[in-house]
């Protein structure tokens, strides 16, 4: 998943809040590191990716009853990470609110991430498609009130928008019949490698290309 984050990023420059699990914190700085090339034999010096920033946010608690909240800059300062998240309009400090109401949406519109549903999906295939149709749906056909603008129309309050619309991908709100009639384009196919004696239709083909 990590890999993923850090392929998809549009800017090395990138805020990362997780929660108080500490494999989120080692995996974040395992993959966000880049080789250091000095010229010299050996293994490359592995330094952490300029521009990181990653908060942690850990809860205390006793007899199940939380007790205290604990925010820290695991990378960078406090100060950057404050900044980064007003300027973003993401609230006043570090928290994992939004991505854990997001993991909310997608347990109520995909029946196969409720726990202990009966609708348990026998193939990650079948996961990974419903993921993208309810990120496509959440992403493209909703409109966010968080993201509405106050509008200058007359006679009109606000100007809805999708996530979509506010980050510039779509100048409108898709419907579910516009979005599931996009044509994707299928990837480029690629022929599996043979191994032994290619067949003969084959050899004689080269043969001839090679006259």
Same mark, same amino acid.
């Given at each position: ?109 995909? %029946? ?10 026998? #193939? ?58 996009? #044509? ?7 022929? %599996? ?7 003969? %239709? ?10």
């Amino acid at each position: 998943m990590v890999e993923k984050i850090r392929s998809n990023a549009i800017s090395s420059s990138i805020l990362l809040c997780v929660d108080g699990l500490s494999s989120y914190v080692t995996a974040f700085k395992k993959v966000f590191r880049n080789p250091i090339h000095t010229g010299k034999a050996g293994r490359s010096h592995l330094e952490p990716q300029q521009g990181l920033l990653l908060g942690q946010v850990v809860k205390k608690y006793e007899k199940k009853h939380l007790t205290k909240v604990i925010k820290r800059a695991v990378i960078g300062t406090l100060d950057a990470i404050i900044s980064v998240i007003t300027a973003t309009c993401g609230g006043v400090g570090i928290n994992t609110s939004y991505i854990e109401r997001l993991n909310a949406t997608f347990r109520g519109r995909l %029946h196969m991430l409720v726990r202990r549903g009966r609708a348990i999906a026998h #193939k990650e295939r079948i996961v990974t498609a419903g993921m993208y149709l309810v990120g496509c749906v959440y992403n493209f056909c909703c409109y966010h009130r968080s993201l509405r603008e106050a509008s200058n129309e007359e006679g009109k309050k606000w100007h809805e928008r999708t996530p979509a619309m506010a980050t510039g991908l779509a100048s409108r709100r898709l419907t579910m019949s516009a979005l599931l009639s996009i #044509k994707i384009p299928l990837p480029l196919w690629v022929a %599996h490698p043979r191994r032994g004696r290619p067949p003969k %239709h084959l050899q004689n083909q080269t043969m001839a290309v090679a006259a």
